[in-house]
């Protein structure tokens, strides 16, 4: 179902810049990449999401590759409430959820 | 601005009892998305419906379940004869648009914080 690909866990020290990679290589030319993330078991939160440009907004960057075929999450001074389960969407008709990068950031 | 509401916020059935859980999207918004999550699982996606109408339920299981969004009050989710095996998170999200309604979707979707269901 989900057209992403993603790692499954990654540490980070606290204060250290955060970079989640997502590979879509399959993504159509009009689809869009969303980033949400879901602190232990609370609802799924919006961060993100892009076309083709990168983009920023108060909680993170967005950096997408020339060719569309994948992109990064960047948090740039992570803190230890930012510790949580990270997922890379890529829109179709739904929006499918995979598994994941677990993030965990360290003191 | 109030989000997407789900209550119960938690929900314990006997095996064989009926589970209803409700969802009140966000102001403003006709779409609603329900979610499955399995213990130490990902979200897996159950069905998408408008004001009255059954979008797309592809991820629905074909039996006991059933989903509804009525013209007025919230979206429902209904699980008939609970059995363990339905124990989970279940998430509901609201959109302004469709996801059905563009090719290039460009609105995010909003989730509430789920009901947590416990059969026993």
């Known amino acids: 179902d989900a057209k992403t690909t993603q790692p499954t866990s990654m540490d980070c020290a606290e204060g250290r810049a955060a970079n989640l990679p997502c590979n879509h290589s399959?993504?159509?030319?009009?689809?869009?990449v969303y980033w949400y993330r879901q602190i232990h078991s609370q609802g799924p939160q919006y961060i993100i999401h892009?076309?083709?440009n990168n983009e920023t907004n108060e909680m993170a960057s967005l950096i997408i590759t020339e060719d569309r075929k994948s992109s990064t999450l960047i948090l740039p001074h992570a803190t230890l409430r930012d510790t949580a389960v990270y997922y890379c969407?890529?829109?179709?008709?739904?929006?499918?959820f995979g598994t994941g990068t677990s993030l965990t950031v360290i003191p | 601005n109030a989000g997407v509401m789900q209550n119960p916020r938690h929900l314990v059935r006997r095996r064989g009892q009926e589970a209803r859980l409700r969802c009140s999207p966000m102001?403003?918004?006709?779409?609603v998305y329900w979610y499955r999550q399995l213990p130490e699982e990902g979200l897996k996606f159950m069905v998408y419906?408008?004001?009255?109408?059954?979008?797309?339920e592809s991820g629905m299981p074909k039996e006991r379940f059933s989903a509804e969004f009525p013209k007025e009050g919230p979206s429902i989710l209904r699980i008939q004869q609970v059995v363990r095996g339905d124990s989970a998170a279940y998430f509901c999200?609201?959109?302004?648009?469709?996801?059905?309604?563009?090719?290039?979707?460009?609105?995010?979707?909003?989730f509430g914080n789920g009901t947590r269901l416990t059969v026993t």
């Open positions: 102001k403003g918004h006709s779409h």
């Open positions: 419906l408008q004001k009255e109408n059954i979008i797309d």
């Open positions: 969407i890529v829109s179709g008709n739904q929006f499918y």
């Open positions: 399959t993504i159509s030319g009009n689809e869009y």
């Open positions: 892009g076309l083709k």
């Open positions: 999200a609201s959109s302004p648009i469709g996801t059905d309604e563009s090719s290039s979707y460009n609105s995010p979707l909003h």
